[in-house]
């Protein structure tokens, strides 16, 4: 656990401004197999201290990747006369973002960080399930891997912050000849938030989830690619997750609001069917802990969820202290830094769409001439809402029955027009926590959502 050399240098904030001070350890861990033999057995850590000072409108910044007392005091300092030599020069007349309601601590808790052993022993005894149940495999790829990031934050007012957001994960890639002798690949993703001995304690409770991939990968094997076109698609929770993460979500992070995104003219517009709600979530959805819950984020802003859509109109933005006030809304706990060295940005946490009431059997049963889209590799979207995913599985839909299993493909579209097309959401709900975010620095993110009917452009073969 980081050692506490933040919260006692209060006294040397400067006065006057907004001040965060934040020490910082990154960790990862992994190890791969690929057919068996080891590929990669990676081990890193990173930590250092910054400090942020908000002083007529611009920021100072500062950082050091030592950690001591000394450390800590002469990046307060200089973070302090960066503010202050640049607001001198550029300010904008602005006076310290407005008071936070009282200061509340949120703490973390210690998880045990394995030798790299473990998580070479775990991939190992996976992979021999693999190799010996399924031989007519051409290739298998298993990854053991867990990250985490724990700061210690201190604020000149909001809630300083002892914060541990550890991740765990099984990625498990099989690959067999498909048509024509070509290879075709399917993977899955097995964890979540928390310490990898926590989530992984034997490596008999995935091969079920193990056995449905290889099933999957020979549907996929024997397979046919869709027809082009405009087409009435079900997308699954993965899908509809990535859809609200990357065609949606940038589009209304308010930074890249007031660099010209999709999502300024259309504040307190439709934007998707009544049908389509939106949120941001902090740390709690429908009663459960979110994947990646947030409690507060690095300028001391206690997290709350933003909502961003409702009823198919767009309501909200995420925001920093600093985008809130220029909007008028209220900062929800959206900054948020990678490391140590990065100065925060606005980011989402669990951003997702919400259920609806429809039964997924019906939405199927619904479409004439279809499919049912369940797995992507890959998403990419701008600020004008315009986005293009990768659809590695899924089904076609004949006369409301699910056909045959479908080969790579890609979905493209504008989010706020697709939108527009939804007709049914399922009351399912899928959340997805492997990835990371790659706005101008890493970030863990999750997303998530229910099966949602539309129309979108599919590119066929």
């Known amino acids: 656990m980081i050692k506490d050399l933040v919260t006692d240098k209060k006294h040397l904030f400067a006065s006057g401004a907004n001040t965060e001070l934040r020490a910082q350890i990154n960790r990862a861990r992994q190890a791969t197999l690929l057919n068996g033999d080891l590929v990669s057995n990676v081990r890193t850590e990173t930590s250092g201290v910054s400090a942020r000072v908000y002083e007529n409108g611009i920021f100072g910044f500062s950082s050091t990747a030592e950690y001591t007392d000394e450390s800590v005091r002469e990046v307060l300092k ?72 724990e700061k210690l934050i201190a604020v000149s007012n909001g809630a300083d912050v002892h914060w541990l957001q550890p991740r765990s994960f099984i990625y498990v890639q099989m690959a067999m000849e498909g048509p024509n002798g070509q290879p075709v690949e399917l993977y899955d993703v097995i964890g979540g938030y928390g310490a990898f001995d ?28 869709p027809e082009a076109g405009v087409k009435t698609v079900i997308f699954s929770g993965t899908l509809a997750g990535m859809l609200a993460h990357e065609a949606v979500g940038h589009t209304v992070e308010a930074d890249l609001v007031i660099g010209g995104s999709v999502a300024g003219p259309n504040l307190n517009k439709r934007v998707g069917s009544e049908l389509v709600n ?27 969820d933003a909502v961003l859509i409702k009823d198919g109109i767009l309501v909200g933005y995420m925001n920093s202290r600093e985008t809130a006030e220029r909007f008028g809304m209220k900062p929800t706990g959206n900054a948020r830094a990678y490391g140590f060295s990065d100065e925060p940005l606005i980011r989402m946490r669990n951003t997702a769409v919400l259920p609806g009431k429809s039964k997924l059997e019906d939405m199927i049963a619904s479409v004439e001439d279809g499919y049912y889209l369940i797995d992507t590799n890959n998403g990419q979207a701008d600020t004008t809402g315009e986005f293009m995913y990768g659809v590695t599985f899924g089904y076609e839909i004949k006369n409301g029955k699910l056909g045959r299993a479908l080969l790579d493909t890609t979905i493209s579209g504008v989010a706020f027009e697709m939108l527009k097309t939804v007709d049914m959401i399922s009351d399912n709900m899928t959340w997805e926590t492997a990835g990371m975010c790659g706005k101008k620095q890493p970030m863990t993110v999750s997303m998530g959502g229910p099966e949602i009917k539309c129309k979108v452009n599919i590119g066929g073969r």
Do not use: C, W
């Open 198 to 225: 926590a989530n992984f304690k034997d490596a008999s409770t995935l091969y079920e989830r193990i056995d449905v991939l290889y099933d999957k990968l020979r549907q996929k094997a024997n397979g046919v690619y």
């Open 78 to 149: 200089a973070a302090s006369e960066n503010a202050a030599f640049l607001a001198s020069h550029a300010g904008r007349g602005k006076g310290p973002h407005k008071p936070l309601p009282d200061t509340k601590r949120f703490t973390a808790h210690e998880i045990n960080d394995l030798e790299q052993r473990a998580y070479i022993g775990f991939a190992k005894a996976v992979d021999a399930y693999i190799a010996e149940k399924y031989p007519d495999l051409i290739s298998r790829i298993v990854v053991a891997m867990a990250d985490s990031s």
């Open 278 to 304: 939106l949120v941001d979530f902090a740390h709690t959805a429908f009663g459960k802990p979110v994947p990646l819950p947030v409690y507060a984020d690095d300028e001391g802003v206690e997290a709350t």
